[in-house]
């Protein structure tokens, strides 16, 4: 039976999930519902847990329903109505899914904004963040649209600091115990998503970030539901690519 969570069968998320996510969790809140599978991946790993969903589009009859489980519909980049969703659960986070649009941006917004709301040891798992990777379609039109407000400054495009370049950023500082202020100077804030303030904030908070790749071929195709691969140049027959550099890339973040 073909599993429907591109988390299995695409980016093969879910083994490396299982040695890093807690043991028990009271509260879990996974931005990006899509079809629910993954509402119900979390329903069935923590029984006694309560599950939110935070979507665009308003909860769909597909959705798994029950009294452990509420939506909520915002814009990802919708960082006050977020906030406010955040403060109506009203409880510590203690496992966060973001799964949403895949825009750098708005994974920005969204781990930034969250901080506040994470339970002490909190898991916070960042999906797709080869968006971030120079690479992908999503960086590219994030950082075209990016260097058009600040070309008239520097007069030629170039490479934007993003949630992948922060994140790796932290955890190289972190393994070898450099101190942040030694590398302030060595980022151009002008074409940074994010400000000094704002990385500090997350290597003063983040204790531990686990990366992962996938490294292997994906069980079937995301695009044509068939596994009609063609191995030497890594394709799918539909045309998809299998083994990009840019994709199938997660980061685990232990607050």
Known sequence: MKS?????????YNE??????????????????????SIRYWRELYSE?????LDIVPAMPEWPQDD???YFQADQSDAQKYRKILLSIDQPIDLLIEDGSHDPLHQKIS????????????IYIL????????GHEYYKKRAKTFNKSVLKFFGRNGNIFMPLQCLLLIDHLKTNQIALETVRNRINYAKSLFTFD????????????????RSVLPDYCYSCETNNFDFTNLKCACGADLYAEADSMTAVIKF
């Open 111 to 122: 781990l930034l904004e969250s901080i506040d709301f994470l339970a002490p040891g909190a």
């Open 68 to 70: 452990r489980i509420r």
């Open 198 to 213: 704002e990385i500090e904030v997350l290597f003063k908070k983040i204790k531990k970030i686990t990366f992962y790749r």
């Open 49 to 53: 847990a309560k599950i939110y969903g």
């Open 4 to 12: 429907t969570s591109d988390k299995i069968y695409w980016h093969k």
């Open 16 to 37: 490396f999930y299982e040695n890093l996510i807690p043991a028990n969790a009271k509260n879990i809140l996974e931005i990006g519902v899509f079809k629910g599978e």
């Open 127 to 134: 999906e797709d963040l080869h968006t971030s990777h120079p």
